[in-house]
């Protein structure tokens, strides 16, 4: 009984932790070219009612996953042209670009509110799934619960082993160095942004299409905003991203699981409820005290505007 228990809640643990994954390793590699996109939650509810709405008309979960990231990037082209193009204050302009997307997700998805989708199966991976008490909780997930461990592996190799990687981060340190031996440093960030994008648009689908296939309005609940914390708990490392996005998604199903338990708390729903973001703030807390390891991983030019001409 305590070997199901515990399958039940490791497999509720990764699926809710995936869509952290995902947004957050995005968000990362937009932060490493130094652009600093608070937007997240409105990407990813944007990103949510397009897959729904998508998938509803096509019955393809995977056109809704696509129409999922096409709304994220656009979201995030968006946001590019007001910081990349125009300098407006990246700050300001990821928090605009938050509640416009919640906002505008909220009215385009009115006609879906009443409305579920057939749930997706999950893929069993043969031998795998079988491992007693961590098999079926690991190998028998969505496919894009796999797609965020091989996006993880994928950021790594991108970021630490290629020349590409090499030049994102020489953007996000030091732009103008980058710019005067040749490369083009908006380009660059327009293109780590349009992923970061995509991420939070994917990360979206994944609330509506394959978590709880349906659409309510705010059923993204801050999931952006603790993927952006996620980025600066894991110190800009994407390895640390996946601990801190289980980690915060086994928070949220304990608290579920003991409001479903019938265990008599003498404590409120609603605490319980806001687990999830008391214990993003007291890592935010705990590693801000540091600020050395901050400084260590963080980019330097973070939320710094820059100008080619200058």
């Known amino acids: ?9 490791l497999f509720a643990t990764v699926v809710a932790g995936t869509p952290l994954v995902i947004v957050a390793l995005g968000l990362l590699v937009s932060e490493k070219s130094g652009v600093l996109n608070l937007g997240a939650e409105g990407m990813m509810a944007m990103g949510a ?69 057939a749930a997706v199966p999950p893929i069993r991976l043969p031998f795998l799934a079988d491992i007693p008490v961590i098999g079926p909780a690991l190998y028998n997930q969505q496919a894009l619960v796999y797609f965020s461990w091989a996006l993880m592996w994928a950021v790594v190799w991108f970021l630490y082993r290629s020349r590409a990687g090499l030049v994102l981060r020489a953007v996000g340190e ?41 659409w309510v309005e705010g059923m993204v609940a801050g999931r952006g905003w603790i993927a952006l914390a996620l980025v600066v708990f894991a110190t800009w490392r994407p390895l640390r991203v996946i601990v801190g996005a289980y980690l915060f998604g086994g928070v949220m199903i304990a608290q579920l699981f003991v409001q479903g338990s019938g265990m008599e708390i003498d404590m409120p729903s609603q605490v319980l409820s806001s687990l999830p973001y008391w214990a993003t703030i007291v890592v935010l807390v705990i590693i801000s005290r540091n600020a050395a390891t901050i400084r260590l991983n963080a980019p330097v030019s973070l939320g710094q505007p820059y100008r080619a001409d200058t």
């Open 174 to 214: 030091a732009p103008g160095s980058a710019h005067s031996i040749g490369y083009p440093v908006i380009r660059i960030r327009y293109l780590a942004t349009l992923f970061g994008g995509a991420m939070a648009g994917i990360g979206g689908a994944f609330l509506s299409v394959f978590y709880t296939p349906l």
């Open 49 to 117: 009612v397009a897959a729904f709405a998508v998938t509803h008309e096509t019955g393809s979960p995977w056109l809704g996953v696509l129409a999922g990231m096409g709304a994220g990037m656009v979201m995030a082209f968006l946001f590019g042209i007001l910081v990349l193009s125009l300098m407006a204050n990246q700050v300001a302009s990821g928090l605009a670009l938050s509640i416009f997307g919640v906002g505008l997700s909220a009215f385009v998805g009115k006609p879906f509110e009443s409305v579920a989708l």
């Open 1 to 9: 009984m305590e070997a199901n228990l515990f399958t039940s809640m």
